[in-house]
């Protein structure tokens, strides 16, 4: 069973630019959820899709968007990069999603850099 | 609001030495409680989970158990190996919550 894919694997970009990242997870998993992972920060929720709806989102500016496919494929936009965006980002699927307690598989990430 | 807060790293260590990794937590509820691993260049994977009071949670030599009156979550193990170098995540979920709340990630460092 193929895990959770994240494209791409790395990505350099300058401040103002805006990116695209994807996440396909587990096969019959209907639940993405989204994390930035930094150095300082830890790592901290960016928000999760369930069905095509956003379910649940943390504490991050209107920057910081996704979308889910009918698939479950999903794809996390920032715009108007700023440098402290530089950060690894992560996605996780399972299968009902954060609140049934079920455990998420991560993807490999994303290691945005932002010049 | 819920959090958890874990030891600070990094963490170097012997081999076959004996680890522990702090935790503890807040939270509103009666929680679910992770720890999760991240190996070097990987995501994260599910160590282990507790879903209620006093039940212990193991996966590859280590345990962590689910203490309500100290509202903690320590991982440990016997005797780590070289392989066991990785950042470890503490982390929790409420039952009828909607968010993962994460520690800052412990980075140990096992050497032959």
């Known amino acids: 069973k193929a895990g959770v894919t994240q494209t791409p694997r790395y990505l350099i970009k300058t401040r103002g630019q805006q990116v695209t990242l994807s996440c396909s997870p587990i096969?019959?998993?209907?639940?993405v959820s989204w994390y930035q992972q930094t150095p300082g920060q830890g790592l901290q929720f960016l928000f999760e899709?369930?069905?095509?709806?956003?379910?649940n989102k943390g504490n991050f500016p209107g920057r910081f968007s996704g979308r889910q496919f009918s698939n479950s494929r999903s794809e996390m936009n920032v715009s108007t990069l700023e440098l402290g965006d530089s950060a690894l980002y992560l996605c996780a699927s399972s299968r009902g999603g954060m609140t049934t307690n079920e455990k998420l598989f991560f993807g490999s990430g994303t290691q945005l850099s932002v010049l | 609001g819920d959090s958890v807060t874990q030891m600070e790293g990094p963490v170097t260590l012997s081999e076959e030495a004996f680890l522990t990794i702090n935790c503890t937590y807040t939270?509103?509820?009666?929680?679910?409680l992770f720890w999760y691993v991240q190996y070097p260049g990987e995501g994260l994977q599910l160590l282990l989970k507790a879903t209620k009071a006093d039940d212990k949670g193991s996966n590859k030599g280590f345990e962590a158990t689910y203490r309500k009156e100290t509202t903690s979550f320590h991982l440990e193990k016997g005797s780590v190996q070289v392989s066991d170098s990785a950042v470890y995540f503490c982390a929790l979920t409420e039952p009828t919550g909607n968010q993962f709340y994460f520690g800052t990630g412990t980075s140990l460092t096992v050497i032959p």
């Open positions: 096969s019959g998993h209907r639940s």
């Open positions: 939270a509103t509820g009666y929680p679910s």
């Open positions: 899709y369930f069905s095509e709806t956003q379910r």
